[in-house]
């Protein structure tokens, strides 16, 4: 396991604020935000998609976040699902986006899950 880091980020509203990085962040913490928009933010878990339309497209992205700031939410990891917009299937493009999905479901997203309660139950920072 990475050690922790101690990240320093000047914010508008609580000057110079310190706090420790988990190991999964990547890191990125620009300067001259506020405080509660402060966020750790891990690696994209893709779920990429072969359209008729568009070639290759990313249709979901998840990955572990945390607003350890936060006023207005929890403060916790969580796990944030982004998704793009329209593409078009046909019958066998569209019995690949099932495949792809489960495949998704069943190992990517279901590890990433495994880690959010690893970090829910106390477990690595």
Known sequence: MSELRTVVV????HGTV?????????GNHPAGGYREDIQ???????????T???GQVQTLAASLMQRPFSTHGTTRPVVTIETDGDHEFNAASLRDVVDALVIYGLGRLKALARQLEALEEGGES
């Open 10 to 13: 000047p914010t508008i509203d």
């Open 18 to 26: 310190r706090f420790t990085e988990p190991v999964w962040c990547l």
């Open 40 to 50: 750790h933010q891990g690696a994209e878990v893709p779920l990429l998609l072969d």
């Open 52 to 54: 008729i339309c568009h």
